[in-house]
């Protein structure tokens, strides 16, 4: 299908997108890589929205350390963070997460503040800012606010985001040394939403667990970490059971993703050598 | 309609080489614009919501879903198609190693395909198998079966590696 709009308008800077919004008098809606927006309006999942285009905006962009966090831009692409030496180094869960994330033709496009805005209970990297214990910056008409990602998501496509807020950057903690993370996530074919999926941040020697593909936003999974902080897998694997809250879906069924969730935190429990 | 929200969009960019400049409804998705406005045919639309792979094209040197790109944030853009790399050559090799080993049948996959496996030949590593298949898994075939792809796509890699091209 082809999709429909109202209008369509270029914003130049962040205060000029928060006034192209309160003139669409309800009907706004930001668009920055369009990569699942621009597949929902295909699918006439929203019709009529006057579209304000946030891409150009400079100030939205790059990669940068401020202390001990690295600020990323909302307009960071999946393929750059895939790329980036800072994110790499500072915050390896992202480097790993970015390669999950669909395919070679969509990363190009997409932006970390977009998936983190349309909230996906499937995608990867709500569930990594979520372990990362991250901090998304939020701009609106009423100024600025920081808000935990932990607070963020609050159901199926439904965060703590205002429709009239822009999502500026997301802030996360730089890795200490010693610091371990590790992605997993299991899927019919390469690039697919997840069936079930896991990110780990292992910091110390407390674990942080965020899942996706596992319920209707991503969770954070404090009965499998508070086993994985005792070294015990098999305790682990059977708290993430009651740590997860999956839906039935024309991909699997809740019990099967249930079951996923286990094998994916073993396989992960294997690779950072977490003791049985 | 405000001045500032339009529902038609002036657009000046460069589409296999050529600079052009044309106006085009707000919603206009980049392959509509080449199938459509520009009568460019070869970039297929399949399933217009990003899983299909068959409008895969280039923008600015890298590929792009033209089912998910609206034209609108396309200002100035450098954009090829499968019509432009064939005239140009660039892509010659990749092109008679398809034809060679039969990588295709209907057809309708062929120009996403060519256009995601140029930019995977234009680069300096020669990937596994398992690399090519991970770096088209966006693209389906309901043909050919993958198999004769993946065998062009590794001919053509080694032949510009200079390996001995099977």
New interface residues.
């Given amino acids: 299908?082809?999709?429909?709009?109202?209008?369509?308008?270029?914003a130049r800077s962040i205060e000029h997108a928060l006034s192209?919004f309160a003139?669409?008098d309800g009907a706004g809606r930001y668009?920055a890589g369009?990569?699942s927006l621009?597949?929902a309006?295909?699918?006439g999942a929203s019709a009529g929205d006057?579209?304000v285009?946030i891409?150009g905006i400079e100030a939205l962009r790059g990669v940068r350390i401020e202390g001990d966090r690295l600020v990323i831009g909302a307009l960071t692409r999946h393929?750059e963070i895939e790329r980036n030496d800072l994110v790499a180094r500072h915050v390896p869960l992202l480097a790993k997460a970015a390669p999950l994330i669909?395919?070679?033709?969509?990363r190009?496009?997409g932006t970390i503040g977009g998936s983190l805005s349309h909230a996906d209970p499937a995608a990867e990297y709500p569930a990594c800012a979520v372990a990362l214990d991250a901090i998304f910056n939020l701009e609106g008409p009423n100024g600025r606010r920081d808000v935990a990602a932990s607070e963020f998501f609050k159901g199926l496509f439904e965060t703590d985001r205002a429709e009239d807020e822009i999502l500026t950057a997301v802030s996360v903690p730089v890795a200490q040394a010693g610091e371990r993370h590790a992605i997993l996530e299991l899927t019919r074919?390469?690039?697919d939403y997840a069936l079930a999926g896991l990110a780990i941040v292992v910091r110390g020697d407390r674990h942080r667990i965020g899942a996706f593909g596992l319920g209707d936003r991503p969770l954070l999974c404090e009965g499998a970490m508070a086993a994985l902080d005792r070294g015990d897998v098999d305790a682990a694997a059977t708290a993430i059971a009651d740590d997860v809250d999956p839906m039935s879906d024309i991909q699997a069924s809740a019990d099967y993703r249930r079951h996923l969730a286990g094998v994916v935190l073993r396989r992960l429990a294997a690779e950072l050598g977490v003791a049985r | 309609m405000t001045d500032t929200f339009r529902n038609r969009i002036d657009l000046e960019m460069t589409v296999n080489g050529e600079p052009i400049e044309l106006t085009v409804p707000a919603a206009r998705h980049l392959i509509d614009l080449l199938r459509t406005d520009l009568g460019l045919t070869g970039s297929h639309a399949g399933c217009e919501h990003g899983v299909c792979g068959a409008c895969t094209v280039i923008v600015d040197g890298e590929t792009v879903r033209g089912c998910l790109t609206l034209a609108a944030q396309l200002q100035g853009a450098e954009i090829w198609t499968v019509e432009g790399l064939t005239e140009s050559g660039a892509i010659a090799d990749l092109q008679k190693a398809f034809v060679e080993r039969n990588a295709l049948q209907c057809g309708f996959c062929t120009p996403g395909m060519l256009a995601s496996a140029k930019v995977l030949i234009e680069r300096d590593a020669v990937p596994s198998r398992e690399g090519i298949r991970e770096h088209m898994s966006g693209n389906y075939c309901r043909c050919t079966g993958y198999e004769a792809i993946v065998d062009a796509i590794e001919t053509t890699l080694r032949g510009r590696a200079g390996g001995d091209a099977r």
């Fill in positions: 299908m082809k999709a429909s709009i109202g209008g369509y308008a270029r192209l003139e669409a668009l369009g990569q621009v597949a309006l295909n699918l006057m579209l285009d891409s393929s669909a395919h070679d033709a969509i190009n496009r074919r390469s690039g």
